[in-house]
């Protein structure tokens, strides 16, 4: 039967035609989704519009006008009618008379019924009263009597809506905010509510009431095809229910999947997770458009007033290379070519996420048009930009969701596919896979100072469930995985087995510990045997509770804490019976050699600069060890007080990044007096290029001699230029490090990586009247992990109550 048939049945049968047609279009398995619920509004408004002429005899004046989701011919199987009965005013009796016609038989069908009777005015007054009365207008859509009324009241309705827009859009998105805490994340729920929450079928509509304001749009790509979905998925829940309902219960979902021809449930919820996805993403995207577009209109007038005519300038402050900060958001630097630079999509998302500010959709969009995939194994910047992204706290997870949305995240690494919105049926899961995942890596940033290797936890927080959704244990399945993914991330051969194994036994430590009895020796051997050293054990430990934590309150508590810890000191007790050899200090290269009786021969500073040439596309012999990150710096100075800060501060004037650090002194030869420091850095530009070695040099010159004032430059340029910190970081951490070495103190710091933080530790050491005999300085991501061997004046190390107070003022002053 045609639809056109329908609608003369329905016509010519009453009532009783209506709920026979539209019970065979609701059984049609041949008809399905936005046809299906076409072409039940479309039968819904002709029976209506029947019963309208019914009970009318002259229409001037009167109208039914059906809004909100009728209004929008949304119609699912249980679905409400959200009529309004329009009319001037003139004849109130016949208005109660017509509406009794209407609303009756629509009861009489057991239909749900939404009903009012409104003059034009009184709607519109209502409607500036109640938000959820003027959405639902918006959607206005005439059914039957006089169009002109319905065209009016419609035309005024947007008109108010857009000259309300400034005070009105900020109420919506309070409601929107308020309904997500109630309702909860769409994306993540094991039995969601498809229209309340956050990025169902509500915020859906939000964003067309936006959009309908002219103040702001939503991005359009995916968004009808993710409203479609939503919409499918309840109209297959409300027949096999036949309820009313828009919450996808556990007992529902295999007969809602084998309605809609899917797999089973897992592929359900995840075609509604991805759903949500792209819905949540836009309202972020769109709020974020709305607030801008509100703060320019509100101080527009007074720059106008302090500046005259003109439109101002938005004000770029750069962040790194290729990227900017404009009006609240990290967008591309102009010069900036992402066609050109593979690694930009990771620096843009670690700049965002290391100044807590959202990544623009067009520059995300331009990046991902443009990105090309990194080569394996991938370049140091990449590999040390993904853990800055990681190690960067909960501003990740905004970032990280930017990129997903426009398919980056899966270009740089391909495995996420699998785990991408991959549920969890686990009451314990809070998230699917892949945003646990990323919570965990977030938890893990809290716990970088309690690591040796911030990055390896991060990476592997990152990928410790990666193999989920594969046969056999996701363990297992994961260590192969982490091992293949970490190689063409760049780590050298041991980092990559360290990656395997804190994957492949991420759940040892917690279920050894609460499963077995720790006071069997054999017990504590099995951890250990499996863990294999202190450095790993020490990561191990981390990602345990960082994962616990992600997963949920019930997956982590005091007792499981102190239970794991327990087990951890045992298995370390077994452990510290291989303590490594201490490493013999290596004889200086040829070049250092020169330089180093160069700097004897003219008593100052001497330095070589030396940028590293990109690697050949295709290495013939591969070496195994990462390539690595900035340019090579060496200098050498005769040995005198001072030089680790003024070598730190000059760097730091010049926006030069410290990567790695090594400074030590240097054995002279034969006949040759004096002593010389040798520094062998690696540094890299934060954005622009490299200064000249020359310039370098003077500068040092100067901070040496003291009439270089480093701490009051620095400081006047973080005045002008404050920097933008949107991480709040696990707080510094510094230690003595117990019988490290027999002919200096070590002092470890352990802190977040900042402009000019290296020139501090150094002067707050100088401070102390210690003597920095060697220092190892490294930075992972935005994380250091710096060691200071350090003397007295006289060559020996600090005695023990003396090195815990210069660790202890070092701690003060990084955490002031």
């Not at 527009?300 to 007033?305: E, G, K, Q």
């Amino acid at each position: 039967m045609t639809g056109t048939d329908m609608h003369d049945e329905t016509k010519d049968s009453g009532p009783g035609g209506y709920a026979a047609a539209r019970l065979r279009l609701l059984t049609e398995e041949a008809r399905s989704g936005p046809p299906r619920r076409t072409a039940l509004a479309d039968l819904t408004d002709a029976w209506l519009g029947g019963l309208f002429a019914a009970g009318t005899r002259e229409p001037r004046g009167i109208s039914l006008v059906a809004v909100g989701g009728y209004g929008r011919a949304e119609l699912s199987p249980r679905s409400d009618l959200d009529l309004l009965l329009l009319h001037d005013g003139s004849d109130p009796g016949a208005v109660a008379a017509l509406a009794d016609r209407l609303w009756y038989p629509v009861w009489d069908l057991g239909l749900a019924l939404d009903h009012s009777v409104r003059t034009p005015g009184e709607a519109r007054r209502t409607a500036g009263e109640d938000l959820k009365v003027q959405l639902g207008l918006l959607d206005a859509r005439h059914l039957a009597g006089d169009l002109g009324l319905t065209t009016g009241l419609r035309t005024a309705v947007l008109a108010d809506w857009r000259n309300q827009a400034p005070k009105r859009l900020p109420e919506l998105k309070e409601l929107c905010a308020e309904r997500a805490e109630r309702q909860g994340e769409l994306q993540y729920l094991l039995e969601p509510d498809l229209k309340e929450a956050r990025g169902g079928l509500r915020d859906a509509t939000a964003l067309r009431a936006v959009a309908a304001s002219w103040l702001a749009d939503a991005p359009r790509e995916g968004l009808a095809e993710a409203r479609r979905r939503l919409l499918d998925v309840r109209d297959a829940l409300h027949l096999t229910t036949g309820r009313a309902t828009d919450r996808l219960a556990l007992q529902e979902q295999d007969q809602v999947a084998s309605e809609l021809g899917l797999r089973d449930a897992d592929a359900l919820l995840r075609q509604v997770y991805e759903a949500a996805r792209v819905i949540a993403y836009a309202s972020d995207v769109t709020w974020r458009e709305v607030g801008r577009v509100l703060r320019s209109r509100a101080v527009r007038p007074r720059l106008r007033a302090l500046l005259g005519t003109g439109k101002p300038t938005a004000e770029r402050s750069p962040l790194a290379e290729g990227v900017v900060e404009q009006e609240g958001e990290v967008v591309l630097a102009r010069a900036a070519r992402p066609d050109r630079d593979p690694v930009l999509p990771l620096r843009a998302a670690a700049a965002a996420a290391q100044a807590g500010l959202p990544l623009s959709l067009h520059a995300v969009r331009r990046m991902a048009a443009a990105a090309r995939p990194l080569p394996t194994p991938w370049p140091a910047e990449a590999r040390e930009q993904l853990v800055t992204l990681l190690g960067s706290g909960r501003p990740t997870v905004e970032v990280w969701e930017a990129l997903e949305a426009e398919g980056l995240v899966t270009l740089l690494l391909p495995d996420w596919e699998r785990v991408r919105c991959r549920p969890q049926r686990n009451a314990v899961h809070l998230w699917t896979v892949d945003r646990h995942l990323v919570e965990t890596a977030v938890r893990a940033s809290e716990l970088t100072r309690r690591v040796g290797r911030p990055d390896l936890l991060l990476v592997a927080a990152l990928l410790h469930d990666i193999g989920k959704g594969r046969p056999g244990d996701h363990s297992v399945a994961g260590e192969v995985i982490a091992r293949d993914v970490a190689a063409r991330i760049g780590f050298d051969h041991h980092d990559v087995t360290v990656i395997a194994a804190l994957v492949r036994h991420h759940l040892l430590l917690v279920e050894t510990a609460t499963r077995r009895d720790l006071d069997d020796p054999a017990t504590v051997r099995a951890v250990a045997g499996a863990v294999g050293s202190q450095g790993t054990l020490e990561l191990l430990h981390a990602l345990t509770e960082a994962d616990a934590l992600a997963t949920g309150p019930a997956a982590w508590s005091s007792w499981r804490a102190s239970l794991v810890a327990d087990l951890v000191k045992r298995v370390s007790a077994v452990l510290a019976g291989d303590a490594p050899a201490v490493p013999e200090e290596a004889a200086p290269t040829t070049e250092q050699e020169r330089l180093a009786l160069e700097a004897v021969a003219t008593g100052g500073p001497v330095l070589a600069l030396r940028a590293r040439t990109e690697p050949p596309a295709e290495r013939q012999e591969p070496s195994g060890d990462p390539e690595p990150l900035g340019v090579e710096l060496l200098i050498a100075v005769p040995d005198q007080p001072g030089v680790l800060p003024a070598v730190a501060g000059v760097l730091a004037l010049h926006r030069l990044t410290v990567r790695t650090a090594e400074l030590r002194t240097v054995d002279l030869p034969d006949g040759v007096d004096g002593s010389v420091l040798l520094l062998d850095w690696r540094v890299a530009a934060q954005y622009g290029s490299l200064p000249q070695a020359a310039r370098l040099r003077a500068d040092l010159v100067r901070a040496l001699d003291g009439t270089l004032d480093i701490a009051g430059r620095l400081a006047e340029r973080d005045a002008a230029h404050p920097l933008r910190r949107g991480v709040v970081a696990p707080p510094p951490r510094v230690t003595v490090a117990p019988a490290a070495s027999r002919h200096a103190t070590v002092i470890e710091v352990r802190a977040q990586d900042a402009p000019g933080l290296l020139f501090r530790i150094g002067r707050a050491l100088e401070d102390a009247g210690v003597r920095v005999r060697s220092a190892h300085a490294s930075t992972l991501g935005a994380n250091v992990v710096d060691a200071f061997y350090v003397t007295q004046a006289q060559g020996v190390p600090l005695p023990g109550d003396e090195a815990v107070g210069v660790a202890r003022k070092l701690e003060e002053m990084l955490r002031a």
